[in-house]
C-alpha cells in the first residue's frame, strides 16, 4: 500500500469510526494528545474538545490535500450560560449547551483555542458518545466560527457613538438576551 491508497484508509477509517464535524474527543485521546504536546494548553482529561471541520474534509481521501482536522477547546463551565455569550453574539467567546447522558453541559469557548491537529491521530479511538454537540448548536458555532471573517467593521465614529449606550445595551441583554440573536442599526 502506497501513497493515495495509504490516505483513502485514513479518510475512511475515521468515517467508519464515526467522526464527522461536532464529534467530541474521547478523554484517552486528550490524554495522548497533552502528552504528546500536541495540545498545548493544561486541560482535564474530561476536558471537552469539538471537531470544527467540515465533515468531508475530515474524512478526504487524500492526506496530502487534508493533512489536519481543525478543533476548538470547549471548557465545561459551572454557572449557566450567559444570554449575552450565546447564539454568536460576539467574535471572541461563546457560550454552547452540549447534550451529555448525564444532563446538559455548559461550556465557555474563545476563538483563540483552536488546535490543528493531525487527522491520522484520530484513527486511535472513537469519538465520545457521551458528550454531543446537537445540530442546532453546530449551526451557531459554524456561523460564529464564519462570522469572524465575514462580519462588517465600522466606522470609528460608529463604534464611539456606540460605545456611549454599550454599558446600558449590555445589561438590558444580560437581563433578556436569551431569545435575541441580533440587533440592527442602519448607518445612513
Known sequence: ???EDESADVGTGLKNLGWRQGSVFPPELVESLVDQNVLSIEVDTDGVFIVVSQSWDLCHYSIATEPTVEVLAAPPIDESLDATLTNGKTPR???LHLESSDGPIHTDISVHDRYLISRESLLSSKPRRRIRCTNRELRVLRRWLANRYV????????NSRLDAVGKRLRQLLKKRGADISGIYIALG
Request: net charge negative; aromatic share 14%.
Open 1 to 3: 500500500m502506497t501513497g
Open 93 to 95: 467567546r461563546i457560550h
Open 151 to 158: 462580519r462588517e467593521a465600522f466606522p470609528d465614529e460608529f
